[in-house]
Structures are given as structure tokens and as C-alpha cells.
């Protein structure tokens, strides 16, 4: 027999994963799927260029992490990217915040969790996912960078996934940086094992800058994201009104 769909909570990857289930409920869920990458490709088609910034949902407005996400966000509105974030609190949202405040504009794709989290309240425009797998892909669809602050075991799958859709090809060399050296040094440590193991090749570490500089950072990003795509000359596509598309601001929940 199988199970009964959960309901519309954050358990709907828990239901999938679990094994076979009917052929209704399988059809179903790839129904609940596509209309998931529907929604996201229509809300986020005319954002423009993003840059996806990754970290810890858990940092409150007192820690430093938030105030260097902030000075991030500001950062890239100053290239002239939106800012993408997983939608939630902490550094999300101090990245859009940041975005917001520099008067560029900030998105976000949202997660749906039993326990966590809600779109913050600096988001211009927001997508909530049923499927973490379905966030995954609009997360790195519209990203030319990605920025990885200090986070837990959904930032580290973020940034390990980034890594290896550039490693193996699947997306064009993108710049990623990582903030806080600190933080990150035993990450790099474990990555130098791997290429010591030959399980990684060295020049896989150069996929990555790791710096305490939000200056270093954008100019990073400047050199390897903005420079080299040509993003300025870039012509983004027109909405429809017959499709009843927009830019900014509507907001797709």
C-alpha cells in the first residue's frame, strides 16, 4: 500500500525519497515538480544577472556574519547584479538587506521546512519550493557568481554542488567566493587531503577564492563574472503582456 501525500508542509521530499509509491502518486508529484520550475522560471526569467549568496540562516542581527552579509549584498547591487538568496533569515537576509538598501534589487527561493523558514521581508521578489532539488536548480540557473558566508550543512551543500557542476563542466566556470577564512580553513584542509588522496585534482582549489575582503571579493567577481560574460552588453528578454509577465515588482509567493 502507499502511504498518504503529506500535506503541503516541507515533507514532500521526505514522501518522495521514501521508495515506490502508487503510479497516481508518482505523476502527481512530478506534476507538483514541474509546476514548482514553472513557477520559478516565470518569477525569475527578468531579475537580470544574479549573483547567489549562501549562509547561515541561524545568525541573528547582532552577529557579525549578518553585518558582512549586508556589506555583501550592498557590494554586488554596486556591480550591478541582483542578489539571490535562499529566501530565508539570517545571513539571506541580511544579503538582501543589503541589496535593498543599496537600491538594487534582491530575490529570493524560498524552501518550504516543517520547522523553517519563511521569505524575509527584503525580498523584491520570492519563489517558495516545494522540492529542495527544484531551489537548487533556479538557485544556480540565474547566477553568474556565487558567494558562500559562514552556514551549516545546507550551505556546505550548496557551495559543494556549485563546485562540482563547475568541475565536471555542467556550468561555465563561475566565479565562487568563499568570506571568512577563519571559517573555512578546515573546508580547505579536508580539500587538500582530497587532492593528497588524488580523489581531486589541485587545480580544482583554484575554483574558489577565499578571502576576508568584501573588496577583494567584488573584484573578483568583476574580473571573473562581470568581464568575462559580457554581462552589461547582454540583452535580457522582453515580458509579455499577453503572457502577463513583468520585471519588478511584483512579488510570486
Known amino acids: 500500500m502507499s502511504a498518504p501525500p503529506p500535506p503541503d508542509n516541507g515533507a514532500s521530499d521526505r514522501y518522495m525519497l521514501e521508495g515506490p ?7 502527481l508529484m512530478l ?3 514541474g509546476r514548482d520550475f514553472i513557477r520559478g522560471f516565470r518569477a525569475l526569467h527578468f531579475v537580470g544577472p544574479c549573483v547567489t549568496v549562501f549562509g547561515s540562516a541561524r545568525f541573528t542581527e547582532d552577529h557579525p556574519e549578518y553585518a558582512r552579509g ?6 554586488l547591487v554596486g556591480l550591478g547584479f541582483t542578489v539571490m538568496t535562499g529566501g530565508g533569515p539570517g545571513v539571506m537576509e541580511a544579503a538582501n538587506r543589503g541589496a535593498r538598501e543599496a537600491g538594487g534589487h534582491s530575490v529570493g527561493c524560498n524552501i518550504e521546512l516543517p520547522f523553517e523558514q519563511f521569505p524575509n521581508r527584503y525580498l523584491d521578489r520570492w519563489v517558495n519550493c516545494r522540492y529542495f ?18 552556514g551549516g550543512l ?5 557551495l559543494n554542488e556549485a563546485l562540482t557542476l563547475i568541475q565536471t563542466g555542467k556550468i561555465d566556470r563561475f566565479p ?3 568570506m571568512g577564512r577563519a571559517y573555512w580553513e578546515p573546508y580547505l584542509e579536508m580539500l587538500q587531503r582530497m587532492v593528497e588522496a588524488q580523489t581531486i585534482s589541485d587545480h580544482d582549489l583554484d575554483l574558489m577564492l577565499v578571502t576576508d575582503s568584501v573588496e577583494e571579493a567584488m573584484a573578483h567577481i568583476e574580473q571573473h563574472g562581470v568581464a568575462r560574460f559580457g554581462l552589461k552588453r547582454r ?3 522582453i515580458p509579455s503582456r499577453l503572457l502577463g509577465e513583468s520585471r519588478w515588482p511584483t512579488v510570486t509567493r
Open 21 to 27: 509509491h502508487s503510479r497516481l502518486d508518482e505523476l
Open 133 to 150: 532539488f527544484v531551489r537548487k536548480v533556479l538557485l544556480f540557473k540565474y547566477s553568474y557568481a556565487f558567494v558562500a558566508l559562514p
Open 70 to 75: 549586508r556589506e555583501v549584498g550592498r557590494a
Open 235 to 237: 540583452p535580457w528578454p
Open 176 to 178: 565562487v567566493v568563499l
Open 154 to 158: 545546507g550551505t556546505l551543500d550548496e
Open 31 to 33: 506534476f507538483r515538480a
